[in-house]
């Protein structure tokens, strides 16, 4: 939600500046500008629209300098448009801040600032935040913006500079992640590792109330009342090539090809046919294990419906009831959390405003927390009691898929852990749920190698405005995550049913020609599903199958299906996912959607 860069060193700032925010536009992109220190000055150049609008209207002259911030913009308070895009500034001097995040009390502090003689041009909350700092400057930038944000309420990661003080950059966060990377004579800003990894692999991770003073010095982090706080280098490990297509016409099939080493990586140091199930990093005893009475799922999106995928392993392989919960939902309404209860927490960014506030609140009450999650050093990661990292490594794309499929793929051997411990595991069992597991990644190539045909099916539905999705059982669990896919990227309404639960009322909507497509990868299930299907067909449904290679269906019923690898059918879902996936993006191409940065949406929520 809104990607924030700074630049302080010997270079032209605005390389880096335009350069860093290309790889956090999957954050926001109605809007991008930049500001930068040149001769006691500032300089801003900002555009509606994407950083190509900024990019072509940088006048060199305008914009030169070594010192700068940067912004690409998720509108939250007012419209896209040049006036409300970042960086904003003083309306009495050359303050100038970029900001992610929301000021709740901006409406207040919005009024208190006319009494004093503050104008406002935008719409947005931010704008009272380099007012504010102005009204406290007595000429020490950083006392300004310790004094300005106390009175913020809500979350913030900021970059702020002055021609008052051009060779300083001060910046801080507040719940909105911010990070600062240190180069050979330049150090960095910015909302996430994307952006500053091919400059640097050395960074300072901030925690809340962290300010940042960089000068030609570097950088030194005070807390607020300025005194310095000795911080570890942190080492990003991963590969430059996450943050780059590789040759793939977007981030999102890059990472839908990714998966089947992404899978195999996560589940490599877990399992093996002979050993335990690695669970070093969540270790439990069965007397732990036994003080849990329920689990809780919490999270949001896609990340939620890993959440039902997990819930369905748990509560069949465990035997321990499990509640899952959308974050937003969950944190309002008292949930029955206690200390006997163990809350998980997935998610992809790690980030998540709602998700990371549901921890916070469980922990309160003493309840034990764990994050699964693949970005080291995230806030959620770092505040859970333990972390499960998934080796997928950083998306970009904002439709998740590497995410998705790791967090089930954890999931599922943690289900397997707990069942072990519980001592429910039998050893048929033990050993089908291993080999189908390590299968995964081979079968999920399989569906990769026909996404011609996966295409080919997609034609079926660029023209549709409604389609639906029927499951049963882990089938319907995935069912939720596949329409999410659908509607995220390619604008078409789509509905997830339980196959059973149709005829109670959204049958209504079957007509000619509307679309279903429905999931048999639960055999104990598929005769029911049958009937499902037989009763939209009657009714002038199109059906597209989901189905195993060897399953004799009647073909009269279906319109088209799509053969997928029979694997044990508990984990058969985390390889029909792949084909949906495909289905999705393909549909989207069909449409000539922009398909890693679909309209109204952005990778990451930072706020509520
Ligand atoms: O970073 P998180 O996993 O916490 O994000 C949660 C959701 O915002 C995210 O999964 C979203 O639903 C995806 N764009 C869906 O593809």
Redesign the pocket.
Same mark, same amino acid.
């Given at each position: 939600m809104c990607g924030i860069v700074g630049y302080f060193g010997d270079k032209t700032a605005k390389n880096f500046l335009v350069d860093g925010l290309s790889k956090l536009e999957y954050r926001g992109y109605d809007s991008a500008g930049i500001a930068v220190v040149n001769e006691g000055k500032v300089n801003i150049v900002k555009h509606k629209g994407r950083l190509a609008n900024l990019t072509e209207n940088l006048d060199g002259n305008k914009a030169e300098g070594t010192v700068g911030i940067g912004h690409t913009r998720w509108a939250t308070h007012g419209e896209p448009s040049d006036i409300n895009s970042h960086p904003h500034q003083s309306s009495k001097g050359d303050i100038t801040v970029v900001h992610n995040g929301i000021i709740e009390n901006y409406l207040e502090l919005r009024q208190w600032l006319k009494g004093q003689g503050y104008e406002f041009i935008s719409q947005t909350d931010t704008e009272v935040i380099p007012n504010l700092i102005h009204y406290y400057y007595k000429g020490d930038l950083f006392q300004a913006v310790v004094k300005a944000t106390e009175r913020l309420e809500g979350s913030y990661a900021l970059g702020v500079i002055s021609g008052q003080e051009p060779d300083k950059l001060v910046a801080v966060r507040k719940d909105s992640p911010l990070i600062v990377g240190l180069g050979q004579g330049e150090t960095f800003i910015a909302s996430d590792i994307p952006a500053i990894i091919s400059y640097t692999r050395d960074i300072y991770l901030l925690e809340d109330r962290e300010f940042v003073v960089i000068t030609k010095d570097g950088a030194k982090i005070l807390s607020g009342d300025g005194t310095e706080i000795k911080k570890d280098v942190f080492k990003v490990t991963w590969n430059e090539d996450a943050a780059e297509k590789g040759g793939y016409d977007s981030f999102m099939l890059k990472e839908i090809n990714e998966q089947p080493k992404a899978i195999k990586d996560t589940l490599a140091s877990r399992l093996s046919m002979n050993n335990d199930i690695n669970f070093e990093d969540f270790k439990l005893s069965k007397e732990d294990l036994d003080k849990i009475d329920r689990i809780f799922i919490v =999270?949001?999106? #896609?990340?939620y419906n890993a959440g039902l995928m997990g819930s369905v392993a748990i509560e069949k392989l465990a035997k321990i009831p499990v509640v899952v919960d959308i974050a937003s939902e969950f944190r309002y309404k008292d949930p029955l959390v206690t200390n006997k209860s163990l809350v998980i927490t997935l !998610?992809? !960014?790690g980030? #998540?405003a709602d #998700?990371l506030a549901v921890l916070r609140d469980c922990k309160k009450v003493g309840a034990r927390t764990l994050a699964i999650t693949n970005v080291v050093g995230s806030s959620i990661s770092r505040e859970a009691d333990n972390v499960i990292y998934t080796m997928a490594g950083p998306e970009i794309a $904002? =439709? !998740?898929t590497k995410?998705y499929t790791t967090q089930v793929v954890v999931m599922y051997l943690m289900a397997m852990y707990f069942s072990e411990l519980r001592g429910l595991m039998t050893k048929e069992l033990d050993k089908e749920l291993r080999e189908a597991l390590l299968l995964v990644p081979e079968k999920v190539q399989i569906i990769l190698d026909k996404a011609n045909e996966i295409e080919e099916t997609a034609n079926l539905l660029a023209n549709e405005k409604d389609v639906f999705y029927l499951g049963r059982g882990a089938d319907y669990a995935l069912c939720i995550e596949a329409s999410? @896919?659908l509607k995220?990227i390619s604008y078409i309404h789509s509905e997830a049913y339980a196959g059973g639960e149709l005829k109670h009322g959204t049958i209504a909507l079957i007509e000619k020609g509307t679309k279903v497509i429905a999931l048999l990868t639960q055999r104990s299930l598929r005769e029911k599903m049958i009937s499902n299907i037989v009763e939209v067909k009657a009714r002038g449904a199109e059906v597209i199958g989901i189905a195993y290679e060897n399953d004799v269906l009647d073909e009269s019923i279906f319109d088209k299906v799509i053969r997928i690898p029979e694997l044990y059918n508990l984990v058969s879902p985390i390889v029909a996912i792949i084909a949906l996936q495909l289905l999705a993006y393909y549909t989207a191409k069909n449409k000539g959607c922009d398909i890693d940065k679909p309209r109204n949406?952005a @990778? !990451? $929520?930072t706020v509520e």
């Open positions: =999270a949001c999106g #896609t990340a !998610s992809q !960014s980030e #998540t #998700t $904002v =439709a !998740s995410a999410l @896919k995220e949406l @990778k !990451s $929520v």
